[in-house]
């Protein structure tokens, strides 16, 4: 019997590490991400598998209200924070894959409070 592997499915995937829980301003905190397919098997190459759909991992820190963006003064990519219509300043998030289906995520808050951590999956369909 021989098993395919198929797409990544963002809620069969698992992330896991102490940057999913916990975080301290101006240390990297870290997490590590495993890609899994609809039935949970674990993607074993950055695309699945020869015959899978290539994914692609984003995600960002988000620290709600005004009076924190204001204090950061800067927005996602570290420009100045001229018109943040949600009052919100985020902080981008690092990937890093290993050609093995899982991926370190890295991330370095800015300063301290409660924040909401955000990762997605994408998948690639198509030429």
Known sequence: MEVHV????ASASVAIGRGLFTARATFPSKFTFQARDAYSNDLEAATGGPA?????????VTAPGGALAA??????????SS?????????????????NGTALCEYTPRIAG??????????????
């Open 83 to 99: 018109g943040n219509p949600s009052g919100a300043a985020s902080v981008p998030i690092t990937v890093t894959y290993f050609g």
């Open 6 to 9: 198929g797409a990544a499915l």
């Open 52 to 60: 899978s759909t290539p994914w692609l991992l984003q995600g960002s």
């Open 114 to 127: 409660e924040v909401f951590l955000s990762v997605l999956v994408a998948v690639h369909f198509g030429p």
């Open 71 to 80: 204090y950061l003064g800067t927005d996602a990519v570290g420009a100045p």
